[in-house]
């Protein structure tokens, strides 16, 4: 079946250093994929999406590229912020069925001031 | 514009006792629901959706479900609670023509 796995967390990082979460997702067909932003003590909000392949998403200075032959999708920043901390989930869409979401097991971010 | 609301906030509940946890979408139609579970520091688990009224799909059997009233309103219900139930509830919406969810603010439930 589809799956996402995303690099363990925490990740601890000093304030307007660059920040790369990998992700990778096993999938048949041509999902789409998304990042996710869950700050403490709240529900999911959607950071960016990529539905084709070489597409790439971006938000709040976020991004990531859909690679279909690396089966990636890494998120980057160039200069993170202290309220840049949070868990970062990677998912995948499935196109078929109940257009169930697949989501990795989230990486947990600290930047340090 | 689209929002999700999600009911109660925060609730503590002893073993045993019944649950119901409430969802509804607003400035949508025939959305496709979703009920999610995440234990603390962990990942989400996907529990219920829906594509439309009356129509649940189970993804993990276990001692909840999930009904379907109305076209906009999903609600989670347990008849008596274990201490496994314990965690953060997400309900999410997906409007057909689009891939991406969008999520409520969750109801965290402690189950003593």
């Known amino acids: 079946g589809n799956s996402v796995t995303q690099m363990e967390g925490p990740v601890t990082l000093s304030e307007e250093a660059f920040l790369t979460i990998n992700c990778t997702y096993t999938a048949t067909g041509y999902p789409s994929l998304f990042w996710y932003v869950q700050y403490p003590g709240e529900g999911l909000q959607l950071l960016l999406k990529?539905?084709?392949?070489?597409d790439k998403g971006s938000n709040k200075g976020f991004e990531a590229t859909y690679r279909k032959e690396t089966t990636s999708f890494h998120l980057e920043k160039g200069s993170v912020q202290v309220s840049d901390s949070a868990v970062y989930f990677c998912a995948l869409s499935e196109r078929t069925g109940g257009f169930k979401t697949i989501f990795g097991a989230g990486t947990r971010l600290f930047v340090k001031a | 514009s689209q929002t999700i609301h999600q009911w109660p906030a925060t609730l503590v509940q002893p073993v045993g006792s019944p649950l119901s946890l409430e969802c509804t979408v607003e400035?949508?139609?025939?959305?496709?629901l979703y009920w999610y579970r995440q234990a603390a520091g962990r990942g989400l688990q996907l529990l219920f959706y829906?594509?439309?009224?009356?129509?649940i799909s189970s993804e993990v059997p276990q001692n909840l479900s999930a009904s379907r009233p109305q076209d906009r309103q999903f609600i989670l219900s347990s008849k008596k609670l274990l201490l496994s139930d314990s965690g953060f509830y997400l309900c999410?919406?997906?409007?057909?023509?689009?891939?991406?969810?969008?999520f409520g603010p969750g109801t965290r439930l402690t189950v003593l």
């Open positions: 829906s594509v439309g009224i009356g129509q």
């Open positions: 999410a919406w997906r409007q057909q023509a689009y891939n991406e969810q969008f």
């Open positions: 400035g949508t139609s025939n959305p496709n």
């Open positions: 990529a539905t084709k392949a070489d």
